[in-house]
């Protein structure tokens, strides 16, 4: 694991000692580094930053200022020599809070609380899950979820469509529904499972998908509109 980390500081020895500082731990990589935050919004643009180490009082624009302008801020650590600004920093939901000088003892203590946050984040990401097998036909087939169209259930066996073939199998909805990751699929009818990202149109009691006209059930459309919902443009 790298976290990718920003200095922003208008004094070069700061910047300098953060830099020795993030060297000396593995799990930290500096891509970049920032006299004023106008710099740091261009390097943000062109790299990936996980952790911001954000000094205060600068030329045009002050750190906090700049915090406030960052729609998807990345984990942020203060460092500056004034006190009186802890208060504001922490309802901005700053990491953590350090003051010049920085120790390097104070700044591992620092580090360390940034690398179990993303080690907590980690663990809570579901694994990503890009195909299944299932028995068919006297065969073990391999099933790409990129591939899927719909699932169709019937009595005790399942159809599985794909823009390749149709598949036959002997499982129930429920069992290979719990095995999908949710937050790409969704129930559109007691007999139909459809990736969302393939859903080409909803017209009234029906789900398009490619060629495919599916059911939508009543009791489930609410449900279907409302996955639909949050990846509707809106003005």
């Given at each position: 694991m790298k976290i990718n980390c920003l200095i922003v500081d208008d004094e070069p020895v700061a910047r300098k000692i953060l830099q020795e500082?993030?060297?000396?731990?593995?799990?930290?990589?500096?891509?970049?580094?920032?006299?004023?935050?106008?710099?740091?919004?261009?390097?943000?643009?062109?790299?990936?930053?996980?952790?911001?180490?954000?000094?205060i009082e600068m030329p045009q624009m002050s750190g906090l200022e700049l915090l406030k302008k960052l729609t998807c801020p990345p984990v942020v650590i203060i460092t500056t020599a004034y006190p009186t600004y802890a208060i504001e920093g922490f309802e901005l939901d700053?990491?953590?809070?350090?003051?010049?000088?920085?120790s390097i003892d104070r700044f591992l203590k620092s580090a360390l609380k940034v690398k179990?946050?993303?080690?907590?984040?980690?663990?809570?990401?579901?694994?990503?899950?890009?195909?299944?097998?299932?028995?068919c036909e006297g065969n073990i087939e391999r099933i790409e979820l990129r591939y899927l169209l719909y699932?169709?259930?019937?009595?005790?066996?399942?159809?599985i469509q794909t823009s390749q073939r149709k598949y036959i199998t002997?499982?129930?909805?429920?069992?290979?529904?719990?095995?999908?990751?949710?937050?790409?699929?969704?129930?559109?009818?007691?007999?139909?499972?459809?990736?969302i990202a393939k859903i080409d149109r909803i017209e009234r009691n029906e789900v398009h998908i490619g060629n495919e006209k599916l059911p939508?059930?009543?009791?489930?459309?609410?449900?279907?509109?409302?996955r639909i919902d949050e990846k509707l443009v809106k003005r």
């Open positions: 500082y993030i060297e000396e731990l593995d799990w930290l990589q500096l891509v970049g580094q920032a006299e004023n935050p106008l710099k740091a919004i261009n390097l943000m643009a062109q790299h990936s930053v996980d952790l911001l180490f954000l000094d700053v990491l953590d809070y350090l003051l010049k000088p920085i179990s946050l993303f080690e907590q984040k980690n663990k809570a990401l579901p694994p990503t899950i890009d195909y299944f097998f299932v028995k699932v169709k259930a019937l009595e005790n066996y399942i159809i002997y499982l129930t909805m429920k069992g290979l529904e719990e095995y999908l990751p949710p937050e790409q699929f969704v129930k559109i009818h007691k007999s139909y499972l459809v990736p939508l059930s009543r009791t489930l459309r609410a449900d279907v509109l409302q």
